[in-house]
């Protein structure tokens, strides 16, 4: 119970409300079927807070495991008192735990180990009361013993010092104490190795900064200049501070000779055992704060990304730039299916700008295009003037829109698209799957591996396996929040789906090509390894268009399917109502949704749901989200200049700032003192990737290739 008491502190909800969570998690729900299906059980708890809560979860639990190893280590050593049980028990952190287990650690030999073993321990011990009436020397000599090793007055005393070091490194509340010193006074320095070689870290080569407050792009940022040896890291304590401290705890007898070792002891103590672990723990502390910041953000702007709009209903050109090789066309019909695929040559080396834009023109007529979708890539810019002059010449309106390539490269080359288009080769798979990226950004995107889709920071100098987990949980969350065409959906977008492992998503793909469409939920309790458990955690997001029955097509839950009906024949509807879009008015029936739940035998929360599905069948959430900019003309970027106003797309949100595509192949920053007159934390207090935003030029270095943008003083919703 005191999991859940400390995750309902930390969360801030209800007791109940995490204990419902931990046990539906505990059966083996996904969090989104949680999220949508379970809101009576953890009171509406949304997947953002199930997620966090999950995360809290395990590392309590491993905290738990972790207290009774330890507690089990030192009860077997016969050293367990109860009070050193109830620190153990009563510690909220990893670290906490570490620190008390310390001393009962089994040591590999250090220096106090040795001295021990050559009989100083007794010498320590009393140099460490500081009670001593006769000269230290003469207590010493007592120890002096070549057969034990110790030759001299002098080795005795030193060994002893070692015993005394080694115990005040040992003691936790020093190390918690002296954790908190560092952490509150101390500082983030770090220097050029070569301070004449040229690098992206220059702005790190004398840098010094308190360390509560560095950011945590910063601390990134150093971490890989350290590793790629171009500068040096250290973190400045106040040794001053702490070795008063030390001393405060430790010296006791006045101007004593032994208060005198106790207090090289202590220095020794801290130089050479507690400030190298203390340094390596706050710049692990440092790191991993400011890895989840940034998967944090990567994870958002994951979000957003998928969720853009997908563009229905039209023929699209997919175009990947490229030099020497050509540039590749496919042309996909609304449907997302590859119509047609060439190779034209209106790039340098070879030039073929009139023959390029005759056969585009007939694919444009053949075909009915309405849309191109142009890469980001090399050759982009040259690609994208041809496209405007083209656009003028044709008799038929036409856009274009450019497409953010990352990853796709990735996706060309691998064994999933070679498996979709055999007889392709990567520039057409690439050429194919940009101009889906703006048909359906979601269906598409979830092909590629989340971190190859460009939209963080920093995210290969992190632990790939917490990025991995927390943007697989992203994709998860958004494709189940749209939901998908059980007859269409391809594998990729299936596996996705709560419940539905890659085996079963390609066993779903395997039924289909084998038995036709799917034309109720039920059959899918047909499919190989696709069990009662598996059914109900996916059933409810995956769609059926005219299908046997008409809630099959809505978000509706199977297990919710008796209640619905009987609602709807009370309401004086019938379900085939639902597949003819005839009962939008029906929350408007409803007076009392408490009294209309309890005589169905539902949750109040489910039956609002329920109706909402009902009003707007299979309503997609993607269509609040801004639309993409469609173009038919061409900027450069020495067509900028200072206080021109344009409109852009956020491509990327960073710690420091936005980069906004305003149309001339380089992103523009809007750094983040430039985003509102407020003042705000983060970009992502107030932008989004994909938003489409208002901005102004501030400066233009056609040199260095940067855009600085404002987006103060112009209005964005």
């Not at 002893?160 to 954790?179: G, L, V």
């Not at 590793?227 to 501070?241: C, G, N, R």
Request: proline residues 4%.
């Amino acid at each position: 119970m005191e999991i859940i008491a400390k995750i309902s502190e930390e969360l801030q909800i209800r007791k109940e409300q995490t204990a419902a969570a931990v046990r539906l998690i505990d059966e083996g729900n996904t969090i989104p079927f949680i999220a949508r299906y379970r809101k009576e059980a953890t009171g509406a708890l949304n997947d953002e807070q199930l997620r966090s809560l999950f995360e809290r979860l395990v590392y309590l639990r491993n905290l738990e495991e972790k207290k009774e190893t330890v507690l089990s280590g030192i009860a077997e050593q016969g050293k367990l008192t109860e009070e050193l049980k109830a620190q153990i028990l009563a510690a909220e952190t990893q670290v906490e735990v570490e620190d008390l287990y310390r001393p009962y650690r089994p040591k590999r030999r250090t220096r106090a180990t040795i001295a021990k073993e050559r009989g100083l321990e007794p010498l320590a011990n009393t140099i460490m009361l500081q009670k001593l009436r006769t000269p230290l020397a003469d207590e010493a000599q007592k120890y002096v013993d070549p057969q034990k090793e110790v030759a001299s007055v002098q080795e005795a005393i030193d060994g002893a010092k070692d015993i005394i070091a080694e115990y005040i490194s040992d003691q936790a509340e020093y190390r918690t104490k002296i954790r908190e010193m560092t952490m509150k006074k101390g500082r983030l320095l770090s220097h050029a190795k070569e301070a004449e070689a040229e690098s992206v870290y220059e702005m790190y080569y004398e840098y010094d900064e308190a360390l509560q407050k560095t950011a945590g792009h910063r601390t990134l940022a150093i971490n890989r200049g350290e590793k790629e040896k171009f500068l040096t890291v250290k973190i400045e304590a106040p040794t001053e501070d702490i070795l008063r401290y030390l001393e405060k705890q430790t010296v006791s007898g006045g101007e004593t000779e032994t208060a005198a070792v106790c207090k090289e002891a202590a220095a020794d103590a801290y130089e050479r055992l507690i400030a190298p672990a203390i340094e390596r723990e706050i710049r692990n502390a440092l790191t991993e704060a400011a890895e989840d910041g940034a998967i944090r953000v990567f994870g958002k702007n994951l979000e957003q990304l998928l969720m853009q709009p997908p563009i229905a209903g039209q023929v699209v050109l997919g175009w990947d730039p490229a030099f020497r090789t050509g540039c590749k066309l496919a042309v996909v019909d609304a449907t997302g299916k590859v119509l047609a695929t060439t190779v034209i040559y209106p790039t340098p080396p070879q030039n073929k700008v009139a023959e390029a834009k005759e056969t585009v023109k007939k694919l444009i007529q053949k075909y009915h295009i309405t849309l191109i979708s142009l890469g980001n890539g090399t050759a982009s810019r040259e690609s994208e003037q041809i496209i405007v002059e083209l656009i003028k010449e044709l008799p038929v309106p036409v856009s274009y829109v450019i497409v953010n390539e990352a990853g796709a490269s990735v996706y060309s080359a691998s064994k999933l698209a070679a498996e979709e288009f055999p007889n392709f080769d990567v520039g057409q798979r690439s050429a194919a799957s940009m101009a889906r990226r703006l048909q359906d950004p979601l269906a598409e995107l979830v092909k590629i591996d989340p971190k190859s889709i460009g939209v963080g920071q920093y995210q290969h100098d992190m632990n790939q396996k917490k990025l991995s987990e927390a943007l697989n949980g992203v994709v998860e969350d958004c494709v189940n929040k749209v939901g998908v065409d059980l007859n269409t959906a391809s594998a990729s977008l299936l596996e996705y789906i709560s419940g539905i492992s890659k085996t079963i998503a390609k066993n779903i793909v395997v039924y289909r090509e084998e038995h036709g469409k799917f034309t109720s939920r039920s059959q899918l309790l047909n499919v190989a390894k696709l069990g009662p458990k598996a059914y109900e955690q996916c059933a409810g997001f995956l769609r059926i268009t005219g299908g046997e029955n008409p809630l099959d097509a809505t978000g509706v839950h199977p297990e919710s399917y008796p209640a619905t009906v009987r609602m709807l024949q009370k309401l004086g509807y019938e379900p085939k109502d639902v597949e003819n879009r005839s009962v939008s008015g029906i929350s408007k029936k409803i007076g009392d949704y408490k009294a209309l739940a309890k005589e169905l035998e539902i949750g109040e929360l489910t039956l609002r749901d329920i109706v909402k599905e009902l009003e707007k069948p299979a309503r997609d959430p993607r269509e609040d989200m801004p639309k993409p900019i469609l173009r038919s003309d061409v900027l450069e970027m020495k067509d900028l200049t200072p206080g021109m106003i344009l409109k852009g797309t956020v491509r990327n949100v960073i710690d420091f700032g936005v980069f906004v595509d305003i149309g001339v192949h380089q992103d523009g920053l809007v750094h983040i003192s430039q985003i509102c007159d407020r003042y705000i934390r983060h970009p992502l207090e107030a932008v989004h990737v994909g938003d489409i935003v208002e901005v102004q030029v501030m400066s233009v270095d056609l040199k260095k290739q940067r855009i600085q943008l404002t987006m103060k003083g112009i209005k964005n919703s």
